[in-house]
């Protein structure tokens, strides 16, 4: 399925992305990139760009990359497990994340996702692990 930014940013709307600020830039084949501003809504009581902020930056880059890469018709898209090894912190405005499709199978999409500021330092590396599940039927189709 072809995706553009504008496509995720309606996807998006009221949900906990939108809430952050999560900002689609380009979404391809087995790649995406977003950015995310750091301000009151993704920083820590000390002031800090909060891990949990970029693990959920990390998870909405690799669930939007496998949303584009199946048929929402039939297939949904299902985050089952998570992991970051957060490295640095910023003093910036906004973080890039690159993801980056490492597998991809029939129920399962392996994604790698690094975390940068602004001047490319790296903050955070994460893989994400999504399963690819059939579509429910709606109560009212069974």
Same mark, same amino acid.
């Given at each position: 399925?072809?995706m ?6 309606r ?5 906990l992305m939108e809430h952050?600020?999560i ?5 391809g084949?087995?790649?995406?990139t977003?950015?995310m501003?750091v ?5 820590q009581?000390a ?5 949990g902020?970029?693990m ?5 880059v690799?669930s939007? &990359?496998?949303f ?7 297939y949904e898209? *299902?985050g089952?497990?998570i992991?970051g #090894? $957060? @490295? &640095?912190?910023?003093s910036?405005?906004?973080v890039?994340?690159?993801?980056? *499709?490492?597998h991809?199978g029939?129920t #399962? $999409? @392996?994604w ?7 001047n490319?330092r ?5 893989r994400?692990?999504?399963r690819?599940i ?6 009212a189709?069974i």
């Amino acid at each position: 399925m072809n995706m553009s930014p504008e496509d995720i940013k309606r996807i998006i709307k009221d949900t906990l992305m939108e809430h952050l600020g999560i900002e689609y830039l380009e979404i391809g084949k087995g790649a995406v990139t977003a950015r995310m501003p750091v301000d009151h809504r993704t920083l820590q009581p000390a002031g800090r760009l909060h891990g949990g902020a970029m693990m959920a930056l990390a998870e909405s880059v690799g669930s939007a &990359g496998s949303f584009a890469l199946i048929d929402p018709n039939r297939y949904e898209v *299902l985050g089952v497990e998570i992991s970051g #090894s $957060h @490295v &640095g912190n910023t003093s910036c405005n906004f973080v890039m994340a690159e993801g980056r *499709l490492l597998h991809k199978g029939k129920t #399962s $999409h @392996v994604w790698e996702i690094l975390i940068k500021d602004e001047n490319e330092r790296l903050l955070s590396v994460c893989r994400l692990t999504n399963r690819i599940i059939p579509v429910k039927p709606a109560a009212a189709e069974i």
